[in-house]
C-alpha cells in the first residue's frame, strides 16, 4: 500500500435508492475510522442513486459512483466494484442500511492480520437478526448451520454479503457467480478450498 492510498474499500452495490443512500453514506463516513474509499455501484446512468451519490461525493472526496459495465444484477454491481478497488482489503455491504458500519473497521483488520475472508454472522453469539422475512431468515439460518458442520465454511453465517475480502485473493481465485448475493457463499468456499483463514465476529443486522 503506497503513502495516501485507502486501507479499505467499501462496496455499496445500489438500485434506484434515491435520497434513501444519504443516511446510510452519512453513518458510513461517520463510523469509519480507517482510510478508504467508498464505491457506490449502480446499473445504469438512469438509477436514481446517481445523482444523490454524485451531489454527495462534491463534499466527500472519499466516494465515488461507479456505472457497472459487467451485466445487471447485485452479483456483477460487487464484481465490477471488486475490479475497480484500490484499497488490499474490500468490504461489501447494502445500500438499505441493514449492515452496521461500525463493524467495517473489524473486518477489515481481521483481513490485513492474514484472513482472505472475514464475515458478519448474525448467527453465532452475539449475533442477531431483527426483522425481515420470518422463512427467509429461517432458510438463511439452516444454510449457515449445514455449511458449517458439513463444508467447515469457516463461519455460521456464509449467506451474509456483509464480509471483507483480500482483494490479492479474490483477483486470484476470480468470482463465478452471476445472479444475487450468492458471491459471499462463493468466495468463502474458494478460501475454504485453498486451506486459507475465514473468520468472523458477530453482528447484529
Request: hydrophobic share 40%; proline share 5%.
Amino acid at each position: 500500500m503506497t503513502v495516501g492510498e485507502p486501507r479499505v474499500s467499501i462496496i455499496i452495490p445500489a438500485y434506484n435508492e434515491g435520497e434513501q443512500i444519504v443516511p446510510v453514506l452519512d453513518r458510513m463516513f461517520e463510523s469509519v475510522r480507517l482510510s478508504c474509499e467508498v464505491l457506490v455501484v449502480v446499473d445504469d446512468e438512469t438509477d436514481s442513486t446517481v445523482k444523490v451519490v454524485c451531489d454527495y461525493a462534491e463534499k466527500e472526496p472519499r466516494l465515488r459512483c461507479l456505472v457497472n459495465t459487467y451485466g445487471r444484477g447485485p452479483a456483477n454491481a460487487i464484481r465490477y466494484g471488486m475490479a475497480a478497488a484500490v484499497a488490499p482489503v474490500a468490504v461489501v455491504t447494502m445500500a438499505d442500511g441493514c449492515d452496521d458500519p461500525r463493524q467495517i473497521d473489524d473486518l477489515a483488520r481481521l483481513v490485513e492480520r492474514g484472513v482472505a475472508v472475514a464475515a458478519a454472522s448474525r448467527y453465532m453469539a452475539g449475533g442477531q437478526q431483527v426483522g425481515g422475512p420470518v422463512f427467509k431468515g429461517m432458510l438463511s439460518r439452516a444454510a449457515g448451520r449445514s455449511l458449517r458442520l458439513f463444508a467447515r465454511i469457516g463461519t455460521r453465517d456464509a449467506t451474509n454479503s456483509f464480509k471483507a475480502y483480500s482483494t490479492s485473493f479474490v483477483r486470484e481465485v476470480g468470482i463465478d457467480s452471476r445472479d444475487g448475493f450468492e458471491i459471499g457463499i462463493e468466495l468463502t468456499a474458494k478460501a475454504k478450498r485453498l486451506r486459507l483463514p475465514v473468520a468472523e465476529i458477530p453482528t447484529i443486522w
